[in-house]
């Protein structure tokens, strides 16, 4: 069974840098997994940010940005809004078999 | 516009099965893979499973394996979950979604609640 790790939890100042991190049991992500990024806030439904490692939707802004790096999937914010905060998962297609990591809870303080 | 519309959501007893569905409008419904996630209360997604455009290919996480299955009806842009054999672990709110990628496009979900 594939297990998906991300961070519990980050806390990063307003208009700061932060990266986020996505890794799979099975070794080392590569694009071939297709890594998917979402933003959920309390009580909706997730909204998909990234998908196929790097590409943005229509709708997600620029400072959202994903990337492999050391062997994982990454999301970095660039210039975090206060309502970037919110919890953050990947996704990893895996043949047969997608899994969701936990979660990142990333706040804005 | 795009919307994923789940229905069929409620509570029901351990044993027992339910039908969720989901209506999609605004996209290219038959031109794209259709997913279910869940969430259980207060915890993450889950993927519970996904169906090719022409419904060929099926795939479920392990632990809905031969309880759940999913299905769709192009013509009328309808996405379907048949859950039999209920546990209590089974619930959560589920999400169907689908589009480019797989996941691009989310419906505001049902709840089960499978509880005696």
């Known amino acids: 069974q594939t297990v998906v790790t991300q961070e519990p939890s980050l806390t990063v100042s307003p208009g700061g840098t932060v990266t986020l991190t996505c890794a799979s049991s099975t070794g080392a992500v590569t694009s071939g997994f297709y890594p998917n990024w979402f933003q959920q806030k309390p009580g909706q439904p997730p909204r998909a940010l990234i998908y196929?490692?790097?590409n943005r939707h229509s709708w997600t802004p620029a400072r959202f940005s994903g990337s492999l790096l050391g062997g994982k999937a990454a999301l970095t914010l660039s210039g975090v809004q206060p309502e970037d905060e919110a919890e953050y998962y990947c996704?990893?297609?895996?043949?047969?078999?997608?899994?969701f990591g936990g979660g990142t809870k990333l706040t804005v303080l | 516009e795009v919307q994923l519309v789940e229905s069929g959501g409620g509570l029901v007893q351990p044993g027992g099965s339910l039908r969720l569905s989901c209506a999609a409008s605004g996209f290219s419904f038959s031109s794209y893979w259709m997913t279910w996630v869940r969430q259980a209360p207060g915890k993450g997604l889950e993927w519970v499973a996904n169906i090719k455009e022409d419904g060929s290919e099926k795939y479920y996480v392990d632990s809905v394996e031969g309880r759940f299955t999913i299905s769709r009806d192009n013509a009328k842009n309808l996405l379907y979950l048949q859950m039999d054999s209920l546990r209590g672990e089974d619930t959560a709110v589920y999400f169907c979604?689908?589009?480019?990628?797989?996941?691009?496009?989310w419906g505001q979900g049902t709840l089960v609640t499978v509880s005696s």
């Open positions: 979604a689908g589009g480019n990628s797989g996941c691009e496009y």
């Open positions: 196929s490692t790097f």
């Open positions: 996704l990893l297609l895996h043949p047969g078999a997608w899994v």
